[in-house]
């Protein structure tokens, strides 16, 4: 792999230019090597990539404590949300790989299509440019770069500014077995993203925030280019009178603040019934009253709940809590900095309204919402009607009402009495609605982003088909017979 550096910045025009030919640089490299890659056998790849990947989780230490340093991520967190999953999404990524790129055989009417066989099969588009968030530095790039490579592509990668050196650790360790070029990283901010789509890559995956994400689907569209574009989530949790407490507080504790709530599948809001919601804030608030915030308070080194990655990204918290208080929510607990970093007291509000910005926009943050209910109805409903739509859980013991609950959601992702480690699942779609776009990262959903399909059909047949030119009479009369016996089938079918 070769690491393309930013630009300097001597004045706009010649840092729009540096990013441009440092753009189109990486994508040329790139494609030259994935001429050679695509040719490699499906199972030669998988194995180069596993080298790698196994290289990876040997080599732990490394990018555990790159993950730290660039975004405040505690230990724990680490290797079980970055590095662990190195290997396992190789092996699980070329199952669907596998399945899918073919060839596969198509079935075909042996009367109406005599003497012919069909394939399908998938084909690299050539570069993917991929624009990758921040906040799972390493393991966000599982959904994209494997995928990617796995089906013979290129990739180019423009990593957030926010963890630079995270992410091409990764890129670096899997170019380490792959054919040389084939791996680019360019480093900058949004404006090196806008250059890499305007310097020849194939296809898009992008994640991140919403004006972003929409000018980069509205620039794809426009150059032609197939995209993949997430753009946040709000996800909320239905807490049914039936749920089991013991557990449910456990289930929304952490996937309320695990990796400090910046996850896009992170639970921002609490649909409580009300019959239930003073035992469910009462055991929320004590649970969390025992995480700890503070590593040296504690004396292991550990810490629950990480601060936060960046200035910017407390002060949206800060300004979301300020807001819900304003208007009438009250803070069962935390609601105040930690004074280590940009750490912020894990933060349960209760008494929350559609009112309030806590509830309508995302928090990425420790911060849950709790809305009060008077049933499931209610629920479903400020689910469907909330800008974001990529996933939700419902809490219950009655696993019949909660299927039929979740086939009224209108998101991507539905789980029940669980939440969000679908994620890590490659062979299940992570996708969305609304304003969470409607990329699908995961399953062989996801392929047509990655790869087209290409079909090949072969006829063995000798002589010229009846229906080829010249056309005569009893050729006009044997189209009619022929669809006069296609309505004569239907109505038998439907018995008329």
């Not at 426009?222 to 909320?236: F, N, R, T, V």
Request: proline fraction near 5%.
């Amino acid at each position: 792999m070769e690491l393309t550096p930013q630009p300097k910045k001597n004045g706009a025009r010649n840092h729009a230019n540096g990013a441009a030919e440092s753009a189109r640089t990486a994508v040329e490299r790139a494609r030259k090597a994935a001429q050679i890659w695509a040719d490699k056998p499906l199972q030669w790849r998988i194995k180069a990539i596993e080298r790698a990947a196994k290289r990876m989780l040997a080599d732990r230490e490394e990018v555990v404590a790159l993950a730290s340093a660039e975004l405040g991520k505690c230990d724990v967190e680490c290797v079980f949300n970055e590095a662990l999953g190195a290997l396992d999404s190789v092996s699980n990524w070329s199952k669907v790989v596998r399945a899918a790129v073919g060839p596969n055989r198509v079935p075909l009417n042996p009367i109406g299509f005599p003497n012919k066989s069909a394939t399908v099969e998938l084909v690299p588009r050539g570069v993917i440019g991929i624009i990758a968030p921040w906040n799972y530095p390493m393991s966000g790039l599982f959904r994209s770069m494997l995928p990617a490579l796995l089906t013979g592509n290129g990739v180019v990668l423009k990593p957030s500014e926010h963890s630079p050196r995270t992410s091409s650790w990764y890129a670096e360790q899997l170019a380490r077995e792959l054919p040389a070029g084939l791996v680019q990283v360019v480093q900058g901010d949004g404006s090196v993203g806008e250059a890499l789509l305007e310097a020849g890559i194939d296809a898009c995956v992008f994640t991140g925030s919403i004006k972003a994400g929409r000018s980069v689907q509205a620039r794809c569209g426009e150059l032609g280019i197939p995209s993949s574009i997430e753009m946040g989530g709000k996800d909320a949790a239905i807490i049914l009178a039936d749920a089991d407490l013991d557990r449910t507080v456990a289930g929304v504790t952490h996937w309320s603040l695990s990796n400090a709530g910046q996850a896009c599948g992170a639970i921002e809001i609490a649909y409580v019934d009300k019959r239930i919601a003073d035992a469910f804030v009462d055991r929320m608030r004590r649970a969390w009253s025992r995480l700890n915030t503070n590593a040296k308070a504690s004396g292991s080194g550990e810490v629950d709940v990480a601060p936060l990655a960046n200035a910017r990204q407390l002060q949206v918290v800060e300004a979301q809590v300020a807001d819900a208080i304003a208007k009438g929510a009250k803070a069962a607990h935390g609601g105040a900095r930690t004074g280590r970093g940009f750490g912020y007291v894990p933060t349960l509000l209760d008494h929350c309204n559609a009112t309030m910005d806590v509830v309508r926009e995302e928090t990425f943050g420790p911060v849950l919402a709790v809305v009060r209910i008077e049933g499931a109805s209610d629920a479903v409903m400020a689910i469907n009607e909330a800008r974001y739509g990529l996933g939700a859980s419902i809490w219950t013991s009655d696993l019949n009402r909660g299927k039929r609950l979740a086939g009224k959601l209108d998101v991507g992702i539905v789980t029940i009495n669980n939440h969000a480690f679908t994620g890590a699942i490659p062979a299940l779609p992570w996708s969305g609605t609304r304003d969470t776009g409607f990329g699908i990262a995961n399953s062989e959903h996801a392929l047509l982003t990655f790869a087209r399909p290409k079909a090949v059909v072969v006829d063995e047949s000798k002589s010229p088909e009846f229906f080829w030119m010249p056309y005569d009479k009893s050729l006009l009369e044997l189209g009619h017979v022929l669809a006069d016996a296609q309505i004569g089938k239907l109505l038998r079918a439907w018995k008329i």
